[in-house]
Structure formats: C-alpha cells, structure tokens
C-alpha cells in the first residue's frame, strides 16, 4: 500500500490539477459511470465533534474507496484545522487496500474546484465583483480557485467575526485584487458571484440581498440542519450541484425541499452541463445556485490524482501490509 502524507499531497495537488479531476469526475456522474455511496455521518458525543465516512466507485478512473473524518470545532485552540480527513484507496478487482492519502489540504482543494467547476459553467462571462461570506481556513482556497475563473477586478466580504476578513484581505492583496469588507446588504447588492463558505445553522444570505443575474456557490452545508441562505433565494435560482438526492438530504436544498418550495427532481447536476447534456445559465438575468455538498467522488478523485502523481514522482511511500 502507497502512503501520501499531507506534505506530499500540498506539493502536488495545485488548483488546476484539483480542479480537473473534480470536472472529471462530476461528467462521470453525470454520464452513470461514476456512484456515491450512502454518507454516513454522525454527531460523537464527544469535543462537539461530527465524524463520518463518504464512499463511491468511479469506473471511468477506476477509483474505489472512501473518506474517513469530521469536523473537530475545538481544534483551532489547539494548532489543528478544524476539519480532519484521510482517504482510503482500494484496488477494485482486489479489494486489497491500495493507497492511504492525507485528506485535510486536498478536502480544501477539490472543495474550491468544485465551486469554481461552478463559476467556470455557470457565472457570467463578463463577473467583476467576487462576493465571499466566510473568512475561515476554507475560505483562501475558495477565492484563489474563483479568481482564476473569471476577470475579477475586486473581492468584497463579510464575516460574522470581522477581524477575521484579515484573513481574505492578505489571500486578496496576494493575489493582487483589492479587497473590501462589507455588509450582507452591499454585497448581495455589488456581487457577481457570491461564495458562501461557513458552519452556519440558520440562513446568513437573504433572497433580498441578491440581484438578478448573480452566481452563488454556497459550499459550507453538508450536514443535516446546516443552512448559509434563506430557502426564498434557493427557490428564486436555477439550482444545480454535485448530486441532488444529497442536496435535498443534507446540503443547501434541504430546507427549500422539504418546506415544498423547490422540487428535488428540478436541482440539476452540474455534471450534466459539462457533459453538454443540460443547459446551465440560460440567461444574464438569471440567479444561479450552485448547492455544492461534497461528495466521496471528489475526494477519490483528488487523492487518485495524487497518488499517480507521487508515484510519478518517487514521492510515495510504500507500506508492505502482508
């Protein structure tokens, strides 16, 4: 069995090449030749800590595993992110594990490919203003990935913390694009695309706050009773996302289905739009919503990319389990 340590994986994975499996990946599924497994996901009772597993098989890549980890809230007073991770690999004609990869960076990494998978298929062509709400660790990695999508002249943003905008600020002044903080209000009103990016368990972003036209990627709700906006604004979109029965279950969708706004079976795969099968944005008046939960899929499909990578590389390292 190959091991690929956090380190490895960092110096490997950047944005193009996380950003290509997950584009892969996402058409495999929508094309059938690629499956989720059931998420299993639970509350420890134990540091307030949410532990579970996400699993499928892509038969296009040939990657079958799984992700094992949660999300520990205590973590940040003690040196660690808050999200832990670690992907298991195993050889589909075998069973036999095949490689053991460190998922907290590359979680980040294809979390961010997703939304901007999203920004690239579905935000206007001519986007100026990129909107984010959230300035936690996951938040650098969403606006890297999004400022190489579209011709951004100028990131804004709002927190619940302020001082935490800092955060987006130095990533922004990196990256060279003026940044601004803002409220909710002004925002919604002067963004192009918006990325929602928290823990939040009640709507943060409110239908009145968007203007038509606007892309939202709301990447923060993967759990049940999580919520970044108000189920008025999910149902006033075109909504797409990684996988729809998980978006009605656990991801941004949740609240609009299950009060009868929106319809499961209208939340469109964006994997159907890169495979050319369904139509994206239809017009520059229209609200796109991508709800993007996180699936199994995208993390096999980083850490398979990794592995080949550290192979390549003579970066790996083997483990001889018997």
């Known amino acids: 069995m190959l091991l690929v340590t ?37 509350a420890l009772g134990h540091a307030d800590a949410l532990y579970g597993f ?9 990657a079958l595993g799984l992700k094992a980890g949660g999300y520990w809230p205590g973590n940040a007073d ?50 100026k203003v990129l909107g984010m709400v959230g300035a936690g660790f996951q938040s650098a990695f969403q606006m890297r990935a999004a400022l190489r999508q579209r011709n951004f002249e100028k990131v804004i943003g709002w927190n619940l913390h302020p001082e935490m905008l800092s955060n987006l600020e130095k990533v922004a002044s990196e990256e060279g694009v003026p940044f601004e903080s803002v409220s909710l209000e002004r925002l919604g009103a002067d963004a192009d695309v918006i990325i929602t990016i928290t823990s939040s368990f009640e709507p943060i972003l409110l239908a009145e706050h968007v203007t038509p036209g ?3 990627a709301c990447m923060g709700t993967d759990t049940v009773g999580k919520q970044e906006v108000d189920e008025k604004l999910v149902a006033a979109a075109r909504v797409f996302t990684d996988e729809p029965a ?11 289905v299950a009060a009868g706004l929106v319809d499961e079976q209208s939340i469109v795969p964006v994997g159907a739009i890169i495979a050319g099968t369904q139509q994206g944005r239809a017009s520059d008046e229209d609200i796109t919503l991508f709800d993007g939960t996180g699936v199994g899929l995208q993390d096999l499909a980083v850490a398979r990319r990794a592995v080949e990578l550290a192979r390549e590389s003579g970066q790996a390292q083997q483990i001889d389990l018997g």
Not at 54 to 62: N, P, Q, V
Not at 108 to 123: D, M, P
Not at 246 to 256: D, I, M, V
Request: charged share 20%; glycine share 6%.
């Open 246 to 256: 998980q978006a009605a279950q656990l991801g941004e969708c949740q609240h609009a």
């Open 78 to 127: 003690k040196g660690l992110t808050n999200h832990q991770s670690t992907v298991f690999l195993f050889d589909p004609d075998t069973g036999r594990p095949a490689a053991m990869v460190a998922g907290n960076y590359l979680t980040a990494a294809r979390t961010a490919a997703a939304s901007s998978v999203s920004i690239r298929y579905l935000a206007r062509e001519d986007s």
């Open 214 to 216: 606007t892309h939202i």
């Open 6 to 42: 956090e380190d490895t994986a960092k110096s490997l994975i950047g944005m193009p090449e996380a950003f290509e499996a997950v584009e892969s990946v996402f058409a495999a599924m929508a094309n059938g030749d690629a499956r989720n497994f059931p998420v299993v996901r639970e």
């Open 54 to 62: 996400k699993s499928g098989f892509d038969t296009t890549a040939m």
